[in-house]
């Protein structure tokens, strides 16, 4: 249901969805494959340290805790409910929450509007709403944050801890983040699936991101934004980068999308929403990996101030799919020579005669730790350069961990002349395990050209946002 | 130097440079970490069975290896010489190679045509015609094949067996791809480094591949093309799917292309090389993820016979993504009631009432093994449908393993139907494990939606060319 801005008292209450004292989980269950059972798992198997009451009122124990048979039945003070029970039982759920003077409301029952209850749904949030009971869902898979071990849905990772807040309106695209999460060192502050967003809305979390200590990029996946007024106003005046994926836009995407989170497509198109995300200041990308390579820089680096980027590499293979990339995408690299005359002289004595100081710089394929080390070290000081480029393509005589080590020293030192410093590392598990480090030691490192030459256009679009 | 077909003598001396029972490597060195002591090692570590003579005029044992001071010297036949000497010795060495009546020379030597040195390399390339000993190279990293264990040059890794022959004149991404099959199980038939291809031309090594009997898919990555005519008499003359990425196609790229490879951009375009491909029946892609993801799709599946396509997915995410994908790749998803309206109506069996029979048909977070493999069975027999697109979206009640294990039977089943069955794994370290698995199965599996359908656009396209 739309609203014309972000509410206050929703934002406030945020901070019980995301570190609750204490939590009740409605429909809890004895049996472990069922979504009840699954998500006291979770919290206990990822460390939450708050009070779990699970409600059942056929059970008297659930993963060995005492259950309640309603919420108002529980003793103490309730921050978070998270009710996972068949549609028709909620309204009466929700009496009990607002009677027991909870602090906000998850519900992750799926059956409403997307199916065709948007009656029902709209009559649970108006009475939420009545109530300031703010309401996160219905139709979504759950929600959490690394940095507090918390683990609250059924999901089967807890990510890695970083810089960017992921707000999900789709359970799997969720997932898919925190998986890589998992699998490819991706940090996350917290995250959240919005499912059919019937009262707190993509605003809302925007907001409370914008807030939040940990978080440096804000992160969305989109499949219907209900209140734009809301969404641009927000947008607009957040003090961090912002990414959004937009889908359902396709044909057959619009029907998709209203089954699956009951979003609104049919009077929009992509030319709408191109032109939204160009009012709020919201970097927009096309595919899922882009999304995730670009919220990834923007959570590591600043903003790139130009065009007068430097590439280093070892090998002219990634150096070319790079230029060329940068060019598509709109933003051609230029000549080393032109951005500065004395660099291009002062890298030639890291390379063999056969390198090149064009730019991309060519260190070859024999290139040693010293020759990375005095070419990335050149670069980052030449106060005429503003961004770094480096990449690794190992051959049989490549130290990559050494030269990885190297990159994290000059990162250290450099970082104070704020220039954005990404890396590429093309190659097997040797590569895998650079680009894991490199992440967990603050800088945004990916496995082919195009996916850190996004990182760094992303970057630049920043700054012009900025500015 | 140009050629205005593929020449017989080449491509039948190309199995001496992938299958040789004798290598000479010239400027073999005592010197671990020397390029020359490298690619010792590196036939011996994988496993090459052939018989291998150092060469080296200052030393009697290399690798513990007895060592000849000229090719010459050697007292047994040769099949393949290695040649890593430096520039102004590669001449003697070609002369010892004709008089000793080698099969072919690889030369790993940089330092040619790409810093200025065109005339050197004419000169040497013209010998080797005059004798009709093919010359690879120079300036390349190496060539190989999994099948035989065999991996000649200064490569740090073998890659799995597989369909795909990958041609690459960057040694860089040469060695990414081969990186990208040890981490991803991207499987390989024969590889090989083209560096300048003075000699040796694109024409041969696509010749060769069309017969070899493990290729299924010709992947080229490509800076320049010297002999356009040729080359597009070979590629319309396969038999098998080539795929193309060309580099050195933005303003900056085509001095860099030069300067790593001595190929010639200045008077070629993007449109120009469009147009190249298009008349050779080459499917052209612009990203290294696209290059890697859509080779293995053509050496794995046959062609997709139209756009009636389904997808089957637990993860309504996936599925938006998926068919946003195949609509801004120029081939959108068709409703499955215009499909086959029978199928709409049997694949409700395999879903609970929130789930979607549209297409993307959404078996919802819940599916189990039992309902995928229902849900794939009817999408696989009915005849109105030409492919099938799976995704797993793993929630904490998703039994993975379980999935992938029925896949790989159905797709035993049913391969016999020729259509194209593709899957998609979103997810964390369980998802990798499962991509492992099924392209070891011969099924092509991906890490994010687009990557699954750009990998069905391109048996789309492949399908029109061959009609």
Chains 1, 2 share one sequence.
């Not at 093309?426 to 650079?434: F, L, M, N």
């Amino acid at each position: 249901m739309e609203i014309v801005s972000a509410r206050e008292y929703v934002i406030n209450n945020l901070q019980y969805a995301f570190n609750p004292k204490s939590i009740a989980i409605v429909g809890a269950s004895r049996y472990y494959t069922k979504v009840g059972y699954k998500v006291i798992e979770a919290l206990n198997t990822w460390g939450y340290r708050g009070k779990i009451y699970p409600v059942n009122p056929r059970a008297t124990k659930v993963f060995g805790l005492m259950a309640y048979p309603t919420v108002k039945d529980i003793p103490n003070e309730i921050d978070l409910v998270f009710i996972a029970t068949p549609a028709h039982i909620v309204k009466s759920v929700l009496e009990d929450c607002v009677a027991k003077g909870v602090k906000i409301v998850v519900i992750a029952t799926s059956a409403f509007k997307e199916i065709g209850r948007g009656d029902l749904q709209d009559k649970l949030t108006q009475y939420c709403r009545d109530n300031q009971l703010p309401l996160i869902g219905p139709n979504l898979i759950g929600l959490g944050s690394p940095y507090l071990n918390f683990n609250c849905g059924f999901i089967p990772y807890l990510p890695v801890k970083g810089a960017v807040a992921m707000i999900s309106q789709s359970g799997a695209n969720l997932l898919a983040s925190l998986g890589a999460s998992q699998k490819d060192r991706f940090g996350i502050s917290f995250f959240v699936g919005l499912g059919n967003k019937a009262d707190v809305d993509f605003c809302e979390f925007i907001e409370y991101a914008n807030r939040d200590a940990h978080t440096k990029c804000i992160s969305l996946y989109i499949e219907g934004i209900d209140c734009p007024e809301a969404f641009i106003k927000t947008c607009q005046n957040a003090t961090k980068p912002i990414v959004a994926i937009k889908a359902g836009g396709s044909a057959i995407g619009k029907k998709a999308a209203f089954a699956h989170t009951a979003s609104e497509n049919l009077q929009t198109s992509n030319e709408y929403y191109d032109a939204l995300f160009k009012e709020a200041k919201v970097i927009r990308v096309a595919t899922w990996q882009e999304f995730l390579d670009v919220s990834l820089g923007l959570g590591m680096m600043p903003p790139l101030k130009s065009s007068s980027i430097v590439m280093i590499t070892n090998g002219g293979g990634s150096g070319l799919l790079s230029c060329d990339h940068f060019e598509r995408c709109g933003l051609p690299m230029r000549e080393l020579q032109d951005i500065s005359a004395e660099l291009a002289q002062r890298v030639k004595a890291y390379m063999p005669m056969f390198g090149s100081s064009l730019n991309p710089v060519d260190i070859s394929g024999t290139a040693t730790p010293t020759q990375y080390k005095g070419a990335f070290t050149q670069a980052l000081r030449d106060p005429r350069v503003d961004g770094v480029l480096g990449s690794i393509c190992p051959t049989a005589v490549t130290k990559v961990e050494e030269i990885i080590d190297i990159v994290i020293d000059l990162h250290k030192t450099y970082k104070h002349l704020n220039k954005p410093f990404i890396m590429e590392c093309q190659g097997g598990e040797e590569c895998q395990r650079a680009i894991y480090k490199l992440r967990e030691n603050g800088i945004p490192a990916y496995g082919t050209p195009e996916q850190a030459v996004n990182a760094m256009i992303a970057l630049y679009k920043y700054y012009n946002i900025k500015r």
